[in-house]
Every structure is written in structure tokens, then in C-alpha cells.
């Protein structure tokens, strides 16, 4: 008798102890006593093969254990006995087709720089090996890298790949799972920094298709091809939270297949795209404000006098200098193309601007300088010309009467008290006067340039000048000849003559409107232009 038999029996005295006692109990105190002890022996019965019959189930269950494993190893060893990994699945009947789809866990970073990108992928393949038949307890066998070395697997290779890692630690990230009809799966985690060539014209409001290309290393297109797994969206699939991109945007990706030849043959290529489109924040902050503040401030210098040579100065290097230098900045961050870009257009054209207001300084300061050198408004009347020495207005007739009463007052002093030799350097001292007079009145009745009228007097003035607060027979002369004739009308005093400091140039007064208006101008076709453009991707079909 088994064990399972004895615990039967067991259970089945139980039940009828339970259910019979009732009906017995009519036969006395004897059998309900016998019944009783019975009971109580076959409950010692019970707990005495309890725990033999638990260890037996334990011993049951390893054993089919230990079976399971030697199943496993038994059919491993029958699918390595005699196969060859140097040989494609399919050699000589058919095309080993290759079923490929990639999981995205990290995107990112881009480099401009080095037109390059990182990405991290789970890459799986499957095909079908028909040497990799089995028949077992288990429809799946899942396997890890060391099976993996053991049988033919794909000799992919990413065409614009820079550098690829595949990730060891702890152990080599790869899995391999065959089933019982012959289909493989290979999946491992790769990370690639792959190749982007990039088309900056439009930088920083460009876009660009970051391209992943894959095939097989030696096989051709007549022996080894590959195959999308699914459509486009789910063949290449990024994950939520995988973008690592802080100048970029990830707008989409795509997926394609095309065959390039080569001396060596025609090979499949697979190829995923992503779609990159760059946020344009760090370089407004960073460029763009600070250019369109440069012109700005160049164009203050409008509203300064044209008289403030120092000031207008300043404005005009050190906003030059600032466009230099954020010109140079901006260029660091890109690589050295050989055309323009959108940024360097705008650099260029508020630099142009800048310089303009720098030229069209120089422009009003040369004209100035000539302008109010003479203002072109006569600093003495020409009915009654006056001049002002030492508190006293003297005009032509007074002087004229000055000097004639000084010269024969002078000659008469002179000749009592001063040397012959002195006597006739201020006689001719007084005759230089006397010319100048009867030059200007000659030069009166010409009806010459009021310019030269007054640098005549000017020079004249500036040179014979007597002073007559210091000298008490010239300013008793001077009093007495300016004293007005009684049948003579008092002449008016002429008004000053306003000179033209600080003055306004028509050159500002038009800058003042036509550079706002069209750096403004500029500006709208430009951010019209380029934020309204459609990106070009160039994505190949």
C-alpha cells in the first residue's frame, strides 16, 4: 500500500466515525466506548503519516524539477549537435529575412559642432533558423547571451555610426529567445552616436532629419534582407520620457528602406529618421535682443546736438565694437560653413545700421564744422556798426573822432616829453588806425560780402584795439564823440546775432525717422520670412 493509499483509508474511517455514530448510538454505553477508542486511533494514525507523506510530495516536485532541467539541456544539446554558426539559416534555398524594430530610451544630446548625435537603443531582430527546431514541454526558450554566441546571428552594422558601445555590465545586455518552430529573437542595448548632416542656412529657426542607417556588413540583397516588423510608427518607437534634447524639438520619426551598390554588391539599407526642429529661445535671449538693443542705442545719437562731438563719438565706436564682438560669439557655436546664415544675415544687416549711424555722424560733424565757423550773419550792423571794449560801445564815427583827437593830442604830448623814436612809432600806430577806418568805409560803398566786412573789422579790432578804460584822454574823447548831434535821431542798437549753437542738422532730423522706420521694416520681413517657412527636412523616400 502507497502512501497516498493509507491516508485514503484514513480519511474514509473518519467520515464513517462522523457520519455513522448517530445511528449507532442506540446499542449502549459498550459500543460508544469501542467507537471512541477507534477515533482516537485513527487520528494517531493521521498525524503520524503526515509528515512523511509532505515529504514525499517535496521529493516529487524536485525530481520533476531536476527532469525539466535535464529536458533543457537534452534539447540544447540536440539543437548545437552538429550546427554550424558560421553558416546563414536558409544557405543555398532561400533568403534569410531579417525582421528589425528599435526602442528609443534616450535621444540626445546633438552637437552642431561636430554634426552628431547620441542615441540609445534597444535594437531586436528576428529571423528564423529551421536547424533551431524543437520539441519539448515548453513552446519558449529563453536564453541569454552565452546561447547567443553559439549560433549564426545577423552581422549588422550602422552605416553612419561614429561609435557604437554595446553595454556589458554586469553581464552583456542581450537577450535571445527561440521557439519551438525555429524563430529567433535577439534583442541588445546599444548606444550609437551617429552621423547628422545638417543644412544651417536657416539656423537657428532651422530643422533638420537625423538619419539612422543599418544593413548587413557581408551579406547582399540575394542572401540576407531586411524587413520593418511593423509600420512606421511602431517599428521605431521613442520613449515618453527619452528626449534629451535642449536645443531641439523631436517632431516625429520615419522609417524606409533603400539599396545601395558597391563594388562588392547591392546591400539592404534600413533607415530611420528623426525629425529635429530647434527652439529658437537661447538665441534671441543670447544674439537677436542684443543686436536689436545695439541698433537702438546707436540711433540715440540722433537726438544729441551735433555740437556734442564726445558723446556722439562714444555711441558710435562702442556700438560698432558690441556688434564686432556678438558677431564673433554667435559663430562660436557653429560649425565653420562656408555660407550664411539666418543669423548672420541679421548680424550683418544690424551691423550695417550701426555703421550708418557712425558715417552719418561724421557726415553732420563735417558739415557743421564748416557752417558755424561763420554763421553767416554779420556780428556788427551794417547801418551802424558797433563794437564793445571795456563797457563802452563805440561805433564807426567814434572811433573815427578817437583818433583823430588822439593824434594831434598825442603828436603834441610826445613832442614835448617822449624821445623823436617814440614819437614816431605811436604816430604810425595812430595812422595804422586811421587806414583801417578809411578801408572799411571804402569797402562800404563796394557793397562787398558781409563775411568779409566783418573779418575785416574783426582783424581790425583784434589788433589796434585801444583800451580805453585805462588810458583818461582817450575815454574823455570817446565820451565827447558819442554824444549825438541835436537834429539827429538817436540810431537804433542793433540786436545781437544769434548764433547757431545747438543746432539741429537736417541730416538728423531725417535719420531720426528713416533709420527707425527702416530697421522696423527689415525686421518684419524678416521674422515673417523665416518663421512662416516650411522646414526641409530632406528626407530621402
Not at 532651422?206 to 511593423?230: M, N, Q, R
Not at 549711424?357 to 558739415?367: D, G, K, M, R, S
Request: glycine letters at 4%.
Amino acid at each position: 500500500m502507497t502512501v497516498f493509499g493509507a491516508i485514503w483509508m484514513v480519511g474514509l474511517s473518519l467520515i464513517f466515525s462522523v457520519f455513522c455514530f448517530p445511528f449507532m448510538a442506540f446499542q449502549g454505553v459498550a459500543m460508544k466506548t469501542k467507537l471512541n477508542m477507534y477515533n482516537m486511533q485513527l487520528l494517531l494514525l493521521v498525524f503520524l503519516m503526515w509528515d512523511p507523506a509532505r515529504l514525499v510530495l517535496a521529493n516529487i516536485q524536485e525530481d520533476e524539477a531536476k527532469n525539466n532541467i535535464t529536458i533543457f539541456t537534452r534539447i540544447l544539446d540536440r539543437l548545437l549537435d552538429g550546427y554550424d554558426n558560421r553558416l546563414r539559416p536558409g544557405l543555398g534555398d532561400s533568403i534569410t529575412e531579417v525582421f528589425t524594430n528599435i526602442y528609443v530610451t534616450s535621444f540626445g544630446p546633438v552637437s552642431d559642432t561636430d554634426m552628431e548625435y547620441t542615441i540609445d537603443v534597444f535594437f531586436r531582430q528576428k529571423w528564423k533558423d529551421e536547424r533551431l527546431k524543437f520539441k519539448g514541454p515548453m513552446n519558449i526558450l529563453r536564453l541569454n547571451n552565452l546561447m547567443a554566441s553559439k549560433i549564426w546571428t545577423p552581422d549588422t552594422f550602422f552605416h553612419n555610426g561614429k561609435k557604437s558601445v554595446a553595454h556589458n555590465m554586469t553581464m552583456p545586455n542581450k537577450l535571445l529567445r527561440i521557439q519551438d518552430d525555429g524563430t529567433l529573437l535577439y534583442t541588445m542595448r546599444l548606444t550609437v552616436q551617429a552621423e547628422c548632416p545638417m543644412h544651417l542656412e536657416d539656423f537657428p529657426m532651422d530643422a533638420h532629419s537625423c538619419p539612422l542607417k543599418f544593413g548587413s556588413y557581408a551579406y547582399t540583397t540575394s542572401e540576407v534582407t531586411y524587413i520593418w516588423t511593423y509600420n512606421a510608427s511602431d517599428s521605431v518607437q521613442v520613449a515618453p520620457d527619452g528626449s534629451r534634447l535642449n536645443q531641439y524639438d523631436l517632431l516625429g520619426q520615419s522609417i524606409g528602406k533603400e539599396t545601395i551598390k558597391s563594388s562588392t554588391g547591392e546591400y539592404t539599407v534600413m533607415t530611420a529618421h528623426f525629425h529635429l526642429k530647434r527652439k529658437i529661445g537661447y538665441f534671441v535671449i543670447q544674439t537677436y535682443l542684443p543686436c536689436i538693443m545695439t541698433v537702438i542705442l546707436s540711433q540715440v545719437s540722433f537726438w544729441l546736438n551735433r555740437e556734442s562731438v564726445p558723446a556722439r563719438t562714444v555711441f558710435g565706436v562702442t556700438t560698432v565694437l558690441t556688434m564686432t564682438t556678438l558677431s564673433i560669439s554667435a559663430r562660436n557655436s557653429l560649425p565653420k560653413v562656408a555660407y550664411a546664415t539666418a543669423m548672420d544675415w541679421f548680424i550683418a544687416v544690424c551691423y550695417a545700421f550701426v555703421f550708418s549711424a557712425l558715417i552719418e555722424f561724421a557726415t553732420v560733424n563735417y558739415f557743421t564744422k564748416r557752417g558755424w565757423a561763420w554763421d553767416g550773419k554779420s556780428v556788427v550792423n551794417d547801418k551802424s556798426p558797433s563794437i564793445k571794449a571795456e563797457g563802452i560801445t563805440l561805433t564807426y564815427n567814434s572811433v573815427k573822432a578817437i583818433l583823430q583827437g588822439a593824434k594831434i593830442i598825442w603828436s603834441k604830448y610826445i613832442a614835448f616829453s617822449w624821445p623823436n623814436l617814440i614819437q614816431g612809432k605811436t604816430l604810425e600806430y595812430l595812422e595804422k588806425w586811421m587806414d583801417c577806418i578809411t578801408f572799411k568805409q571804402s569797402f562800404k560803398k563796394e557793397k562787398s560780402s558781409v563775411m568779409t566786412q566783418n573779418n575785416a573789422y574783426a582783424v581790425a579790432v583784434a589788433n589796434y584795439a585801444p583800451n580805453l578804460s585805462k588810458d583818461p584822454v582817450l575815454s574823455t574823447i570817446s565820451k565827447s564823440a558819442t554824444t549825438p548831434e541835436p537834429n539827429k535821431k538817436p540810431e537804433n542798437k542793433p540786436a545781437d546775432a544769434k548764433k547757431t549753437f545747438n543746432s539741429v542738422s537736417k541730416i538728423d532730423r531725417m535719420s531720426r525717422i528713416v533709420f527707425p522706420v527702416l530697421f522696423g521694416t527689415f525686421n518684419l520681413v524678416y521674422w515673417a520670412t523665416y518663421l512662416n517657412r516650411e522646414p526641409v527636412l530632406g528626407v530621402s523616400p
